[in-house]
């Protein structure tokens, strides 16, 4: 069955930056683009972009345009979320998402919690 | 970006009795091939979103037929006919048509 499996939680300080993995599996990897969306505690949804594992072809929503930056390995079927330059409005739980969005096929959700 | 604006934010029912949800777009979903990206999701607390409905009224794989969505250009509409305990949660629409997607605030449905 298709699943999307998700990194741990993770603390940061102020200006540094995270790096969220998503890996697929039951499925055939670089066929779906994959989605990024977060949620801070509380508040709506957030789409951020997506990328083509195939390809590595990328559109970012402007709001993040030079934080961010999507990756992945098509060798062990994963993709990676890294965000930089934190701030504490960064505190969210980071989903990924196969395509077409939205889709059944959701990764667990990852908290990053930005704290000094 | 699309703005999608739901109505009511929160919404008490009484379970069997009928629950709808309004979502309106500040511009039209539909798209040049002819679809509207119109979908609707459920999240209940420290879950992701579940997908319910998606190109307005089409039903997710698994998705009780208590479910159905209808509505066209800006207007939509998520209507429950008989609504049972597990439906308690949040409701969102979002929409698909234009980069960046975008999401309604959110309705909680209570009982």
């Known amino acids: 069955q298709v699943q999307l499996v998700q990194s741990g939680p993770e603390v940061r300080k102020p200006g540094v930056s995270v790096k969220v993995s998503c890996r697929g599996s039951?499925?055939?990897?670089?066929?779906?683009?994959i989605h990024w969306v977060r949620q801070a505690t509380g508040q709506g949804l957030e789409w951020m972009g997506w990328?083509?594992?195939?390809?590595?072809?990328?559109d970012y929503a402007q709001k993040f345009q030079g934080r961010v930056t999507m990756t992945s390995d098509t060798s062990i079927n994963t993709a990676y979320l890294e965000l930089s330059s934190l701030t504490s409005e960064d505190t969210a739980v980071y989903y990924c998402?196969?395509?077409?969005?939205?889709?059944?096929?959701w990764g667990q959700g990852t908290l990053v919690t930005v704290s000094s | 970006d699309i703005v999608m604006t739901q109505t009511p934010l929160s919404s008490p029912v009484t379970l069997g009795q009928p629950a709808s949800i309004s979502c309106r777009s500040s511009?039209?979903?539909?798209?040049?091939?002819?679809?509207?990206?119109l979908s609707w999701l459920q999240q209940r607390p420290g879950q992701p979103p579940r997908p319910l409905i998606y190109?307005?009224?089409k039903r997710f794989p698994g998705v009780p037929d208590r479910f159905s969505g209808s509505g066209a250009g800006t207007d939509f509409t998520l209507t429950i006919s008989r609504v049972e305990a597990e439906d308690v949660g949040v409701y969102l629409c979002?929409?698909?048509?234009?980069?960046?997607?975008?999401f309604g605030q959110g309705t909680k449905l209570e009982i």
């Open positions: 039951g499925y055939t990897f670089t066929t779906y683009d």
């Open positions: 979002t929409q698909a048509t234009q980069f960046p997607f975008t």
């Open positions: 998402a196969r395509a077409p969005f939205p889709s059944d096929f």
């Open positions: 190109q307005i009224s």
């Open positions: 990328m083509n594992p195939h390809t590595g072809n990328t």
């Open positions: 511009q039209s979903l539909e798209k040049g091939d002819g679809k509207t990206y």
